[in-house]
Nanobody, 125 residues
Framework: QVQLVESGGGLVQTGGSLRLSCAAS????????MGWFRQAPGKEREFVAA????????YYADSVKGRFSISRYNAENTVYLQMNSLKPEDTAVYYC??????????????????WGQGTQVTVSS
């Protein structure tokens, strides 16, 4: 059974930084695409970033390019999202997700089979 557990959320001021972690377990993730999505109150879940576990290819939403960085640490089955220069509009619940189908649409939530419980990120102005 695949399990994804996010951590690292919190309250930060505008311009600050946070690093989110996603601990993945239950199988080997070679060939998977791991994604981060976020959902603000009253809004749809939106794509933030994704990484191919095997090759390290990365993808970002335009709204976070140059500020966020996704990476993975194979030895610990962990995916990270480093978030810098945070803005109030980054406030949301952030979710980690896993897609076993390499080559799919990495930026849509319905492509992903497994989800974590989410971690709250709040950026104060």
């Amino acid at each position: 059974q695949v399990q994804l557990v996010e951590s690292g959320g919190g309250l930060v001021q505008t311009g600050g930084s946070l690093r989110l972690s996603c601990a993945a377990s239950g199988r080997t993730f070679s060939g998977y695409v791991m994604g981060w999505f976020r959902q603000a109150p009253g809004k749809e879940r939106e794509f933030v970033a994704a990484i191919n576990w095997s090759f390290g290819n990365t993808y970002y939403a335009d709204s976070v390019k140059g500020r966020f960085s996704i990476s993975r640490y194979n030895a610990e089955n962990t995916v990270y999202l480093q978030m810098n220069s945070l803005k109030p509009e980054d406030t949301a619940v952030y979710y980690c997700a896993a897609d076993p189908k390499y080559g799919g649409n990495y930026n849509v939530p319905w492509e992903y089979d497994y989800w974590g419980q989410g971690t709250q990120v709040t950026v104060s102005s």
